[in-house]
């Protein structure tokens, strides 16, 4: 064989080497970037710390794209470790849940942190056929024991349609939440009172409830739970019903114009429809809106709650009164097109008349708002608002400190109002209650002043 066979020979092996060594590549490429070689570790749910109630299973969901292959998990005390799970699927799993719960025998009984380590590794071919893989710990405190509840004083009694004062202790050192629980699901949170430990809430009756039952609940932070119920004698109150004549007038006047702020909605209705809309539809939006503004409550602890009876006008004279049912009908009283209840109570004198804000408060609102008008809205503390519709015009702007018999606003027809008057409504957060409650000095000494100044007499001991 001569050397120019030699060098053929030599370059055809060569290249067949080389084209070996890119399809090699190109496979090894094709594998390195299919799901068998995917390089995203396992996901695993799990918090740096919490706290754990230890007779409860702590669940954490582990999760790969590809499938885990593997789970381990352990708990040490810091001097002992325990291996809780060890799980090898032969079915690779997208989705885990970890059930962590405390074993039986291994760790220290006095401890009360320990740390929970979890591990999954999942069915990937990457890191040399090792496949992925992800550790977490979580630092947990055990808290076995409930938090500790009890009703210290409430107001003797609640109305239909009205408020009440409850005074309560709670203590937990991992205190997480604490609210009064009631029978139709509102919750009403509570203020610091007097002294730590200590709280204090109002509470309310919705008009349309027929029952009302309440209790203090108090959840610490691993979900400990403890309930204590708050007695009061049930006063039931019967309301006034009325049926009230949509004139002709009223629809193409005040409901036409209300009509008008919702033109998508009201545009192809008919005229009787329109007053329902705006007497029922419009409202509900209205009254979401004064609910959201009226259920914040502040956090600042307070010493007193010292109330003075609420009368924004000096010589008014009621003209509509609070919890009234009122039915609508056109033509003949068999003909009903709308119905709604008066949640406040309506106040008249001479036009556009000084309204006066009795206690001191801050306006959190002061703008139009649909039926009721130019609607101002003031904060008293203690969940406790008071909200003056219809007005004319309104002197305070959002934020403003407002004094005691401080001029706030002028009566006026604005919104669903045929004449000049005050609409006046009491909240305690976000529930419409009786005004004239918190208009009378006596119901305010009896179930309020009382309740605070017996309850500081009971923490003092």
Avoid at 63 to 92: M, R, Y
Avoid at 243 to 262: C, M, Y
Avoid at 338 to 353: N, P
Wanted: hydrophobic fraction near 35%.
């Amino acid at each position: 064989m001569d050397s120019q066979q030699v060098k053929k020979g030599f370059s055809l092996g060569a290249l067949l080497i080389l084209l070996l060594l890119i399809g090699l590549g190109l496979w090894a490429y094709s594998q390195l970037n299919s799901p068998l070689f995917e390089k995203n570790r396992p996901e695993i749910n799990l918090e740096k710390s919490r706290y754990w109630n230890s007779s409860r299973a702590i669940e954490v969901t582990l999760s790969d794209d590809t499938g885990l292959k593997q789970v381990q998990a352990f708990l040490s005390d810091g001097t002992n470790s325990v291996k809780i799970v060890d799980e090898t699927f032969n079915k690779p799993k997208q989705t885990y849940t970890l059930k962590v719960t405390y074993p039986k025998i291994g760790l220290s009984k006095t401890k009360d942190k320990l740390k929970l380590t979890v591990m999954a590794t999942d069915i990937s071919k990457w890191n040399y056929f090792a496949g992925n893989h992800t550790q977490k710990e979580s630092i947990l405190t055990l808290d076995n024991q409930r938090p500790d509840v009890f009703s210290l004083i409430t107001s003797y009694g609640i109305t239909k349609g009205g408020s009440a004062l409850a005074i309560f202790k709670a203590e937990d050192k991992n205190l997480h939440e604490l609210y009064i629980e009631t029978n139709f699901g509102k919750k009403f949170y509570p203020t610091k009172f007097y002294k730590e430990g200590y709280y204090a809430a109002l509470v309310a009756w919705p008009l349309k409830e027929k029952r009302f039952s309440a209790k203090v609940i108090a959840i610490d932070h691993a979900g400990n739970k403890t309930r204590s119920k708050l007695s009061f004698f049930l006063k039931n109150r019967k309301y006034r019903e009325s049926h009230l004549q949509a004139k002709d007038s009223f629809i193409n006047g005040k409901i036409a114009e209300l009509a008008e702020d919702r033109p998508e909605k009201t545009e192809n209705l008919s005229p009787t429809k329109k007053l329902d809309f705006v007497n029922r539809i419009y409202r509900d939006e209205n009254d979401a809106l004064i609910k959201k503004i009226t259920s914040k409550i502040d956090s600042n602890m307070i010493q007193d709650f010292d109330i003075k009876p609420f009368y924004p006008l000096r010589n008014g004279k009621v003209v509509g009164s609070y919890g009234d049912h009122r039915y609508y009908y056109y033509k003949d009283k068999e003909n009903i097109i709308s119905e709604a209840y008066h949640l406040g109570l309506d106040l008249a004198s001479i036009k556009m008349d000084e309204i006066r804000i009795t206690n001191p408060g801050v306006c959190v609102y002061a703008n139009y708002n649909g039926i009721y008008g130019n609607n101002l809205i003031v904060y008293h503390g203690l969940g406790l608002y008071t909200l003056y519709a219809h007005c004319s015009s309104i002197l305070v702007q959002r934020g403003s400190l407002i004094e005691p018999s401080e001029v706030a606003a002028r009566t006026g027809a604005t919104g669903l109002a045929l004449g000049d008057h005050l609409h006046v409504s009491m909240l305690v957060q976000g529930i419409f209650v009786r005004p004239a409650e918190w208009m009378d000095s006596k119901w305010i000494q009896t179930n309020i002043t009382d309740v605070i100044n017996g309850a500081k007499k009971m923490i003092d001991k």
